[in-house]
């Protein structure tokens, strides 16, 4: 018996790529870095989607998301020059996701010292897109499945949503986390069996 | 070198997710699919696995559904917006390469401007000292043959005899060494300049 990974979902990633040119990102950073406009502009669309989706989801607001994807941009253009496509693994995307992790996790822990608690955000959150009548049950199904992400302790959601939103390899996550790989794929797996109870 | 990844995953678990997401080594890939076909429970486990992946992929993606994100255009003008106005502040390629050349240039020419005036003020100073009216010598002291050092005269230094004492021989050496005791002979003013006089007029003849 043989199950293939291409049984999985394509990431998102993987659908942009197919979408804006065959450029690659060590050749689009490279222009970039000569400080080339639309090379940076094509990087951002280019990541746009799973970024904001994958911010939106560790933090729970879109205004936020978007706050938090613009640092991380301005973070990659500050550090451009340090950046070696040539080390570590996942190259510039892995280095992207993990500045925007970063960011994430900073404003956290501002939000924790502050006490204008994450979770105050997450629960404001479904509450954002005010339900039109002929599809309450759809909102509600939508809050429900948003709730059961949100509801994952924060370790376990960030190996899930990195996994989903760029698509890189476990080796990849867990450096871009900072933990052993054991770690980072037991966590996987708890993720994933914890929202399958709870949307059952 | 062994790039076996299986030996260094801890359970099951953690083997079924890397096989699954197909990121085992090619070699551990095959050992996997061999315990699969020898063991049951390991193949529930995998179901169970992939059933779960493919659930919460499920979820993530029903979740995204109803949550559009923002527009992606005003990011990316943001970036493009930021690099323009880095663009516009650094010197274009060619402004570079001309002020290269510019300052390739200027240390050569600011060189030799200080050289020529360096040259200039010497020669200044120089002609002034040569348009001064020297002492043929030194009346007090009479000329002895050492005076010429004093100008680096015949036997002396490499700058030559003062103008006026060009062209002076032996002879003549001889006639100021014989003048000397008349100018320092004493006596009056008056008696001094008839001897002296007299002694040039002799010696003329």
Same mark, same amino acid.
């Given at each position: 018996?043989?199950? =293939?990974? /291409?049984?999985?979902? #394509?990431?998102?990633?993987?659908?942009?790529?197919? #979408? +804006?040119?065959?450029?690659?990102?060590?050749?689009?950073? *490279?222009?970039?870095?000569?400080?080339?406009?639309?090379?940076?502009?094509?990087?951002?669309?280019?990541? =746009?989607?799973?970024?904001? %989706?994958?911010?939106? %989801?560790?933090?729970?607001?879109?205004?936020?998301?978007?706050? #938090? =994807?613009?640092?991380?941009? +301005?973070?990659?253009?500050?550090?451009?020059?340090?950046?070696?496509?040539? /080390?570590?693994?996942? *190259?510039?995307? &892995?280095? #992207?996701? %993990?500045?925007?992790?970063?960011?994430?996790?900073? $404003?956290?822990?501002?939000?924790?010292?502050?006490?204008?608690?994450?979770?105050?955000?997450? %629960?404001?959150?479904?509450?954002?897109?005010?339900?039109?009548?002929?599809?309450?049950?759809?909102?509600?199904?939508? &809050?429900?499945?948003?709730?059961?992400?949100?509801?994952?302790?924060? &370790?376990?959601?960030?190996?899930?949503?990195?996994?989903?939103?760029?698509?890189?390899?476990?080796?990849?996550? &867990?450096?871009? $986390?900072?933990?052993?790989?054991?770690?980072?794929?037991?966590?996987? =797996?708890?993720?994933?069996?914890?929202?399958?109870?709870?949307?059952? | 070198?062994?790039?076996?990844?299986?030996?260094?995953?801890?359970?099951?678990?953690?083997?079924?997710?890397?096989?699954?997401?197909?990121?085992?080594?090619?070699?551990?890939?095959?050992?996997?699919?061999?315990?699969?076909?020898?063991?049951?429970?390991? @193949?529930?486990?995998?179901?169970?696995?992939?059933?779960?992946?493919?659930?919460?992929?499920?979820?993530?993606?029903?979740?995204?559904?109803?949550?559009?994100?923002?527009?992606?255009?005003?990011?990316?003008?943001? !970036?493009?917006?930021?690099?323009?106005?880095?663009?516009?502040?650094?010197?274009?390629?060619?402004?570079?390469?001309?002020?290269?050349? !510019?300052?390739?240039?200027?240390?050569?020419?600011?060189?030799?401007?200080?050289?020529?005036?360096?040259?200039?003020?010497?020669?200044?100073?120089?002609?002034?000292?040569?348009?001064?009216?020297?002492?043929?010598? !030194?009346?007090?002291?009479?000329?002895?043959? @050492?005076?010429?050092?004093?100008?680096?005269?015949?036997?002396?230094?490499?700058?030559?005899?003062?103008?006026?004492?060009?062209?002076?021989?032996?002879?003549?050496?001889?006639?100021?060494?014989?003048?000397?005791?008349?100018?320092?002979?004493?006596?009056?003013?008056?008696?001094?300049? !008839?001897?002296?006089?007299?002694?040039?007029?002799?010696?003329?003849?």
């Amino acid at each position: 018996m043989t199950i =293939h990974a /291409t049984d999985m979902p #394509l990431s998102l990633v993987k659908a942009k790529d197919a #979408l +804006l040119g065959p450029e690659t990102d060590a050749f689009l950073l *490279g222009r970039m870095r000569d400080g080339d406009p639309e090379a940076g502009e094509k990087l951002v669309l280019r990541y =746009h989607e799973p970024l904001i %989706r994958y911010l939106y %989801r560790l933090c729970g607001s879109m205004p936020v998301a978007d706050d #938090l =994807h613009q640092q991380t941009w +301005l973070s990659v253009m500050e550090h451009i020059e340090k950046f070696d496509v040539s /080390t570590g693994g996942g *190259g510039f995307k &892995a280095w #992207l996701f %993990r500045i925007a992790t970063n960011k994430a996790n900073d $404003l956290w822990r501002s939000a924790k010292r502050q006490r204008s608690a994450y979770d105050g955000a997450m %629960r404001i959150a479904p509450s954002e897109a005010p339900p039109p009548g002929d599809q309450i049950e759809g909102v509600e199904e939508a &809050a429900k499945l948003r709730d059961a992400i949100a509801r994952l302790p924060e &370790a376990q959601r960030q190996v899930l949503l990195l996994r989903y939103y760029s698509g890189l390899k476990f080796v990849e996550i &867990a450096e871009t $986390l900072g933990c052993p790989l054991n770690t980072a794929l037991g966590r996987m =797996h708890k993720a994933m069996g914890k929202l399958k109870e709870m949307m059952e | 070198m062994n790039t076996s990844l299986l030996h260094q995953l801890e359970n099951n678990e953690a083997i079924l997710l890397m096989y699954l997401a197909n990121e085992l080594p090619a070699q551990d890939r095959n050992e996997v699919e061999h315990m699969l076909e020898r063991d049951g429970q390991l @193949r529930l486990e995998l179901a169970e696995i992939q059933q779960a992946y493919t659930g919460s992929y499920g979820v993530m993606r029903q979740a995204d559904e109803t949550t559009p994100p923002t527009s992606p255009f005003s990011a990316a003008r943001a !970036v493009g917006d930021v690099l323009r106005a880095r663009q516009s502040d650094m010197p274009s390629v060619d402004d570079h390469e001309e002020r290269r050349h !510019v300052h390739w240039i200027a240390y050569p020419i600011a060189a030799a401007a200080a050289l020529a005036i360096g040259m200039f003020l010497w020669w200044q100073t120089a002609r002034d000292d040569m348009m001064k009216p020297q002492p043929v010598m !030194v009346t007090d002291r009479g000329y002895d043959g @050492r005076g010429w050092g004093r100008w680096g005269g015949p036997g002396g230094g490499p700058w030559g005899p003062p103008p006026g004492m060009d062209g002076i021989d032996q002879d003549d050496m001889q006639i100021l060494r014989a003048f000397d005791p008349v100018i320092r002979d004493p006596g009056s003013e008056a008696q001094r300049q !008839v001897a002296a006089i007299r002694f040039l007029d002799q010696s003329l003849q």
